[in-house]
């Protein structure tokens, strides 16, 4: 008998774990599957204090009441990341500079450039090439009858998407995925001196190459209507500028944002589909009656793509530091409280949805926190939506008979849910 993609976790297991929960130490059946711990904190510790001081969220309500209140919950790292990476490494000046983990001013003046370049007109405009590239790997699929999930499509759709945002020749996007896994991997709560060497490299390595573009860009500017780097390289109207390091910085952070979790996206949603054969019959059943009616299938898609964010949230951790005396979930918090949100499991929460363990892609009015919300909701999400509809949709079209020939191989984090490897073929 195949074992289940998703192992299952007894009531008294996840009941142990969440007794004693620290995401300093997380065991192995919980990273290959969270929710039950999630649930059993939900109900009995849904503001659980950690072994170092800080808080883990995880109802929607209290993640909301957080993600609402920026005069009291900051975004900065500061604080949080000197202890962690040293305050003078390159992954310190990374993500303490990008978009992501700051405060307004910079985080106004970054956001506002980089939605200049993605507006609806510009994200529309993207289409037809994403089309061709998402046609193409099929087609080199096809011709081998199978491949694996992750490595010959989900992760080589992003890259190519954020890749074109930013201009970077064809022939340097090599190192990119590589790069982008080494940083982000980084982020984890706790870390080995490996993953920290390694963290550490890959901004070193991909702030000189970047350097290089943006130089090669400033003699030859883009259209910034449509080349992000241009933009953020020009400033705004005003003449405001960035300096160098917030360019070099938000450039980086541009290059993983759109990658790892769109990747996660794809990856999740095709493998959930092996792993729910009636969600995938009912999905398959919806396309083929919406053929020829591109708005019936677009909408299809959608609540499809919106299920799989919420189901699997490629992105299940965020954080936040209290800047003044505050209370969130009936617990009172000192300045200078470092909150975790669980987003993973805010988005199972049956306060906020129906039926929440169970994978329902016709759901409707479906407010995942997948994307974040508020002032730092996901800047790229219309492109991230995009992406994902093309990608699931046009990929069951051509292969609706795929199935996957070896067990998938998950990344093994906290913070960012998906698959390494998933290897399948096609009849």
């Not at 649930?39 to 109802?59: C, H, K, N, W, Y």
């Not at 003699?219 to 500028?241: C, F, K, N």
């Not at 999400?381 to 949709?393: N, W």
């Amino acid at each position: 008998m195949t074992p289940p993609i998703t192992p299952p976790m007894t009531a008294a297991r996840a009941q142990e774990i969440a007794a004693h929960f620290d995401l300093r130490a997380l065991p192995a059946d919980f990273l290959a599957n969270p929710y039950p711990v999630y649930a059993a904190l939900r109900e009995s510790q849904p503001v659980r204090r950690m072994p170092d001081g800080s808080v883990f969220l995880t109802r929607c309500a209290d993640l909301m009441a957080v993600y609402r209140d920026a005069q009291a919950f900051s975004s900065d790292k500061h604080v949080e990341f000197a202890p962690k990476y040293g305050a003078n490494s390159a992954l310190f000046e990374h993500h303490t500079t990008s978009l992501v983990f700051n405060d307004p001013p910079l985080h106004t003046r970054v956001r506002r450039l980089i939605m200049g370049a993605l507006t609806r007109r510009a994200i529309a405009e993207m289409e037809p090439g994403l089309i061709a590239l998402v046609d193409q790997l099929l087609d080199e699929l096809d011709a081998r009858r199978g491949g694996d999930l992750i490595e010959d499509f989900a992760s080589a759709i992003p890259v190519e998407i954020i890749g074109n945002l930013l201009d970077v020749p064809h022939e340097d996007r090599g190192p990119l995925r590589a790069w982008s896994l080494a940083i982000l991997g980084a982020l984890e709560p706790t870390l080995t001196p490996q993953q920290q060497a390694s963290g550490n490299q890959a901004v070193t390595e991909m702030t000189a190459y970047l350097r290089s573009l943006v130089a090669a860009r400033r003699q030859r500017p883009g259209d910034p209507e449509r080349d992000v780097l241009t933009r953020l390289i020009q400033g705004e109207a005003s003449g405001e500028q960035l300096s160098e390091v917030e360019l070099l910085q938000n450039c980086i952070f541009l290059l993983n944002a759109g990658h790892e979790t769109t990747t996660n996206l794809i990856g999740n949603g095709l493998i959930s589909l092996q792993e729910f054969p009636e969600a995938r019959a009912g999905l398959l059943r919806d396309l083929q009656a919406t053929a020829g009616d591109a708005a019936a299938e677009e909408a299809v898609l959608g609540r499809a793509v919106d299920e799989f964010l919420r189901f699997e949230s490629s992105n299940q951790l965020g954080n936040r530091r209290a800047i003044q005396d505050t209370q969130v979930g009936g617990m009172d918090l000192p300045a200078g409280t470092l909150v975790t949100l669980c987003i993973g499991a805010a988005n199972r929460d049956p306060a906020q949805f129906a039926d929440p363990e169970v994978l329902n892609l016709a759901r409707e009015g479906n407010k995942h926190l997948a994307f974040g919300f508020g002032i730092h909701q996901c800047a790229g999400l219309s492109l991230a939506r995009l992406e994902g509809r093309i990608a699931i949709g046009r990929f069951l079209r051509r292969f609706p008979g795929y199935r996957l020939i070896e067990e998938p191989t998950r990344g093994g984090r906290a913070r960012f849910r998906g698959f390494l490897r998933a290897p399948f073929a096609v009849d």
